[in-house]
């Protein structure tokens, strides 16, 4: 229950799940859950920590937690859970079927790569793996050898009740100043977890480039916080744009940074997959500057919501360039959301396919 798109998603599908009377006990592998307020009280929870990735004493207690209530389907958010999962169910024969939701796509180095492939080696026949993107699809059952006849492609989805533009009363001048910039400067958010795949500092280094060619003079706004924080704040503090880049930390709730922004943008470099961050900030009315990585293509169009670009700094600059000279409408940006990233199609798609495991259609 960690801060990120996927847990984020997870947090979302239980709460739905729970409405519709679905019976579930969540399971952290981590003791480390600053996520956990987004999760419903209703909702079993146990947390089973551990001291390093395979540690036995928790694999042993959901062993018993398996036995004793026999799951029908085991939900199992990316391949490692799913591992864990089954290493831990050795011998318990609870009979139980699983899905895996998967949430990543290009690894960042051979370690991640092999470790997936020994992941992905436990995968049965009737294991279902659920992808969130086409491109991710395709390129996960190349690259692992998955039969395709086990996946099925769900897109995120965000509620768009809740993500919505700013009302007329939202007072978009004294939110700049409350945050320290000028009235008339664009702003560009970048909400995302600091960790080494988000690369923020492509994103600072971007900014720099902009800022040289002298057209304008954005602020670069970044929300969240995590283990590169202090690499990224360091990176800014040394550049010549420090004055112009904004550290918030993490924030419960995004929607009135987002409101005082101008463009959304995420500069991975990998792992990324269907941003629901990305989607959160359209359905606010942002137009997106994204790195084709994972999903990317499937959410982003020129000319109707934003621009792809490479993770050359140069490159990046040049589209946040482009999406900033161009004008979008902020509704017509969250209609197209609601249109085909919806929440409730997702949770409905996700029903289905639990209905299908539990032999309800």
Not at 39 to 67: G, Q
Not at 196 to 211: D, G, T, Y
Not at 249 to 264: E, I, N, T
Request: proline share 3%; glycine share 6%; net charge positive.
């Amino acid at each position: 229950m960690s801060i990120g798109g996927a847990e984020t998603f997870l947090a979302s599908l239980t709460k739905e799940f729970h409405h519709v009377g679905v019976d579930q006990h969540l399971i952290s592998l981590s003791n480390r859950n600053p996520l956990a307020y987004a999760f419903d009280d209703n909702i079993a929870k146990t947390i089973l920590a551990r001291k390093n990735k395979f540690s036995i004493e928790p694999a042993r207690k959901l062993r018993r937690i398996m036995k004793n209530e026999r799951p029908q389907i085991i939900f199992c958010l990316n391949f490692f859970s799913y591992a864990f999962c089954r290493i831990a169910s050795w011998g318990a024969d609870t009979g139980s079927d699983y899905i895996i939701s998967y949430h990543s796509t290009i690894h960042l180095n051979r370690k991640d790569h092999f470790l997936h492939k020994l992941y992905i080696g436990f995968l049965r026949r009737k294991d279902r793996v659920i992808m969130v993107s086409t491109n991710q699809a395709e390129y996960t059952s190349r690259k692992y050898h998955l039969d395709p006849k086990q996946i099925s492609v769900i897109h995120n989805g965000v509620d768009t009740t809740y993500w919505h533009p700013p009302s007329t009363d939202f007072k978009k001048e004294k939110a700049k100043e409350d945050l320290g910039i000028p009235t008339d400067s664009p702003v560009i958010i970048m909400t995302a977890s600091f960790r080494k795949e988000k690369n923020h500092i492509a994103a600072v280094e971007a900014l720099q480039i902009l800022h040289r060619q002298g057209n304008s003079k954005p602020y670069l706004l970044l929300i969240g916080d995590g283990e590169t924080r202090k690499e990224v704040e360091s990176a800014s503090r040394g550049s010549t744009v420090s004055a112009y880049v904004k550290f918030t930390g993490a924030q419960k709730d995004v929607r009135h940074y987002l409101w005082c922004s101008d463009m959304f943008t995420l500069t991975s470099n990998g792992v990324e997959t269907f941003s629901i961050a990305a989607l959160e900030a359209m359905a606010c009315g942002l137009p997106c500057v994204l790195t084709d990585i994972g999903g990317a293509s499937e959410m982003v169009f020129s000319g109707i919501n934003g621009e792809l670009c490479s993770t050359d700094p140069i490159d990046i600059a040049s589209k946040w360039s482009k999406v900033l000279d161009q004008r979008y409408s902020a509704i017509h940006i969250h209609e197209w959301i609601m249109n085909k990233f919806e929440k409730t199609k997702m949770i409905a798609s996700y029903q289905e396919e639990m209905d299908i495991k539990m032999g309800n259609t």
